[in-house]
């Protein structure tokens, strides 16, 4: 039997997910470029170009800044697996499904880990990490910047301090945060810091940006046994990524050139005047979704992650069929909650290209219906009226019409 496959067509989503984000049509130009070899001289200085944007975003000089060929989870991979050696000892801070992630390859490593852990909607407590590692010997302190699957947002600088006193390097998760909101690897002093390509730099899925500094290269010199995955050498990544450009493997050519240009259209607007984007459109989502009498995961306001806001879905209300709904009628995505928190929240991600104001009131308008479809009592407009006041707010106003 020969099956007819029909052209490929997907529907046109905004995706309004803790990522993958929308991307830029200038980002589909890119993905769409002739490919031309690995090796190619030519491809060199588009390699050159492609780490010179990295150092922008990441706020960074050190040597050791690519793209690694993998998703941000492959980041965690390649951030722990060179640090860490057999019997190493580590701390994680763990609120959530990433920074449980991190634990969890940290185990598989041989190494011991140990848990620090926060509820669900709150950051860990670096006093915690600090009592945990007391009189011992920890190579790594390890926590996620945006708890994505939480929406929850971690402060670094107390974690740098006890990572200080511990004499540990400082391993940070950044996917969900890096070029949404403030962040600088060197000023800040972190050791390795690791993002992903599909979420607030709203380039395709694939690769998982990387930042080694200078202490963390000097450890991973100091090795007494070779890292276990070579894949994730980073050492030898470096053969290809650094001046030699000798071969590695193969990289994901198309996703290197639409990475290049999301990061410039990145640079082009500015890193402040994007973070400063992302959290006026987060006011504005929040502002309605309270108006509509909805109650947020994250109570504190400076424990919010601008990227990804958590809501609580209301008593009575069916979490798929709503979500189906969006889809269905407006071409929405939204995500639900993981493990203990499925049915419990939905995840509205406003990052990169997708943080606009346009996608703020559609959203509000579209949930609004769909929450009246199953019966839940909201004032008529109330969402959107609550977000267009927190734009026309003055202090917001100007950030918005930048
Ligand atoms: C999405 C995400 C990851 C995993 O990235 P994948 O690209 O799905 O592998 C890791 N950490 C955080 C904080 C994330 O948001």
């Known amino acids: 039997m020969t099956q007819q496959i029909g052209e490929l067509n997907p529907p046109l989503r905004l995706m309004l997910t803790p990522g993958p984000s929308s991307m830029d049509p200038r980002v589909y130009r890119a993905l769409a470029t002739p490919l031309v070899g690995h090796l190619d001289p030519w491809f060199r200085g588009s390699m050159d170009e492609t780490q010179i944007l990295l150092r922008q975003i990441f706020q960074t000089e050190s040597r050791i800044t690519l793209p690694l060929s993998a998703s941000g989870s492959g980041g965690i991979e390649a951030a722990v697996v060179n640090v860490l050696e057999e019997g190493d000892e580590a701390i994680v801070a763990v609120n959530g499904v990433f920074s449980e992630r991190m634990y969890e390859i940290g185990s598989r490593a041989s190494s011991k880990v140990t848990r620090v852990e926060a509820p669900y909607g709150k950051p860990v407590d670096p006093e915690d990490v600090r009592r945990a590692g007391k009189g011992r010997k920890i190579k790594m302190v390890g926590l996620a910047h945006g708890e994505t699957s939480t929406g929850v947002l971690t402060k670094i600088d107390g974690f740098r301090k006890v990572a200080d006193e511990l004499g540990a390097l400082l391993v940070v998760d950044t996917v969900a945060s890096l070029?949404?909101?403030?962040?600088?690897?060197?000023?800040?002093?972190?050791?390795?810091?690791?993002?992903?390509?599909?979420?607030?730099?709203?380039?395709?899925?694939?690769?998982?940006?990387?930042?080694?500094?200078?202490?963390?290269?000097e450890v991973f010199r100091q090795r007494k046994t070779k890292v276990q995955s070579w894949y994730f050498d980073l050492t030898t990544a470096m053969n290809y990524w650094g001046k030699d450009r000798l071969y590695h493997h193969t990289p994901p050519i198309s996703l290197i050139f639409a990475l290049r240009e999301a990061m410039r259209l990145v640079m082009e607007e500015g890193l402040e005047a994007?973070?400063?984007?992302?959290?006026?459109?987060?006011?504005?989502?929040?502002?309605?979704?309270?108006?509509?009498?909805?109650?947020?995961?994250?109570?504190?306001?400076?424990?919010?992650?601008?990227?990804?806001?958590?809501?609580?879905?209301?008593?009575?209300?069916?979490?798929?069929?709503?979500?189906?709904?969006?889809?269905?009628?407006?071409?929405?995505?939204?995500?639900?909650?993981?493990?203990?928190?499925?049915?419990?929240?939905?995840?509205?991600g406003l990052m990169g290209?997708?943080?606009?104001?346009?996608?703020?009131?559609?959203?509000?308008?579209?949930?609004?219906?769909?929450?009246?479809?199953?019966?839940?009592?909201?004032?008529?407009?109330?969402?959107?009226?609550?977000?267009?006041?927190?734009?026309?707010?003055?202090?917001?106003?100007?950030?918005?019409?930048?």
């Open 274 to 348: 994007r973070w400063e984007r992302h959290r006026v459109n987060q006011l504005a989502l929040i502002a309605g979704l309270e108006a509509m009498g909805l109650k947020l995961l994250v109570e504190k306001t400076a424990d919010r992650l601008p990227t990804v806001t958590a809501v609580m879905i209301p008593s009575g209300i069916d979490d798929g069929k709503l979500r189906n709904q969006l889809l269905d009628e407006f071409n929405i995505e939204i995500a639900g909650g993981f493990g203990a928190l499925k049915g419990k929240i939905w995840r509205v």
């Open 353 to 402: 290209y997708c943080s606009q104001m346009t996608n703020v009131l559609l959203f509000l308008a579209a949930l609004e219906k769909c929450l009246i479809d199953q019966g839940f009592r909201v004032g008529s407009g109330a969402g959107v009226g609550a977000a267009v006041k927190s734009y026309t707010h003055a202090e917001t106003a100007a950030a918005v019409s930048r």
């Open 179 to 217: 070029a949404a909101l403030p962040l600088h690897v060197d000023r800040e002093r972190i050791d390795v810091c690791f993002s992903g390509s599909q979420k607030a730099i709203s380039a395709p899925p694939g690769m998982s940006p990387i930042t080694v500094s200078s202490a963390a290269e």
